[in-house]
């Protein structure tokens, strides 16, 4: 049972690497599609890869062919894709979005997070749904971080990253560069469960991992 993640950068990858953790899905279980961990020339020469517009162009394809998610679902052991994007700078990406009301409305990071995934269906032309995991963080995977250091409503900080990295550095925490260390936590699924109050988007990732894994182990 493999899981692979196609996301906005390799930081990226590594927290929900971790959080896949939490699930007992082994670090073996789980393929960096893109990035990749070994990147090769053509990787090299395409700026877009590892950026938002590469998990776009990796779900439209080209000419409706997907070879990413079609190389990586040939394998019958190979059982859902996680396709990670961060909210935050969605509306600068050169097409219309809509972002539903913020102010006042308690189901904004819920609305949100759906029409993400309907855009991303849209470039999939609604392929592959049933295999794929939808890991949107709003408004930054920071957020989901930061939940691991305050308890209050990460997604509503209008700077999440630059907050998160403060908490860091006023821990003097070691390998303060590094997200992969820094969220080792999220792989208890104690301590996970603890930051869900603090990020809808987190637990509703969270969530749809464990309905994954009960359905393939059922």
């Known amino acids: 049972m493999r899981f692979g993640i196609i996301a906005e950068g390799a930081e990226d ?3 929900i690497r ?4 939490a699930f007992n899905i082994d ?12 990147r090769d020339a053509t990787d090299e020469n395409n700026p877009t890869i590892g950026t938002f517009q590469g998990v776009k162009n990796a779900c439209e394809g080209v ?4 070879p990413d998610f079609d190389d990586f679902f040939f394998n019958p052991d190979h059982v859902a894709m996680i396709i ?6 969605i509306d600068t990406q050169g097409f219309p979005f809509l972002r539903p009301i913020k102010k006042g409305n308690p189901n904004y990071c819920t609305e949100l997070r759906n029409r993400v995934i309907e855009l991303i269906n849209g470039w999939l032309d609604n392929n592959y749904q049933d295999r794929v995991i939808y890991a949107i963080a709003i408004e930054e995977i920071e957020a989901w971080c930061l939940t691991l250091h305050i308890k209050s409503d990460t997604s509503q900080s209008a700077d999440a990253k630059s907050k ?10 070691k390998n303060a560069n590094n997200l992969a260390e820094l969220t080792q936590d999220f792989r208890k699924l104690k301590i996970l469960k603890t930051c869900f109050p603090y990020n809808q988007s987190l637990k509703d990732f969270a969530d749809s991992v464990e309905l994954a894994t009960q359905a393939f182990n059922s």
């Open 13 to 15: 990858q590594a927290v």
């Open 18 to 21: 971790n959080i896949l953790s």
């Open 27 to 38: 670090r073996s279980e789980i393929i960096m599609v893109k990035p990749r961990l070994n």
């Open 63 to 66: 000419d409706g062919i997907r």
């Open 84 to 89: 990670h994007l961060d909210t935050a700078e």
């Open 164 to 173: 998160f990295w403060r908490e860091v550095n006023k821990k003097k925490a």
